[in-house]
Nanobody, 114 residues
């Protein structure tokens, strides 16, 4: 079972930027689609963005134009660069594979103040 460790969250003002990292304890090179998710207080976990092994990316509406997902298979790490953050982006952010998910990591808290 691969373990996931998310990091890079913090407290930022609206309009600020953060870069999140997700380190996997095992290889992700044979995992086609990796993704970032988030869970705001009182809400269900939701998909943010996906990235395939070929570099194809896809974003949900709120992330388009502001967030950039990427992966480094050599480092078994997935990244989420977030810009122009808004208070509604406040959530715990997680990564995982799309199919046959591993156990969730602890996530990383992102708090955006207005």
């Amino acid at each position: 079972q691969v373990q996931l460790v998310e990091s890079g969250g913090g407290l930022v003002q609206a309009g600020g930027s953060l870069r999140l990292s997700c380190a996997a304890s095992g290889s992700i090179s044979n995992i086609n689609a990796m993704a970032w998710y988030r869970q705001a207080p009182g809400k269900q976990r939701e998909l943010v963005a996906t990235v395939t092994n070929t570099g194809f990316t896809n974003y949900v509406a709120f992330a388009k134009g502001r967030f950039t997902i990427s992966r480094d298979n050599a480092k078994n790490t997935v990244y989420l660069q977030m810009a122009n953050l808004k208070p509604e982006d406040t959530a715990v952010y997680y990564c995982n594979r799309i199919r046959n998910k591993w156990d969730w990591g602890q996530g990383t808290q992102v708090t955006v103040s207005s």
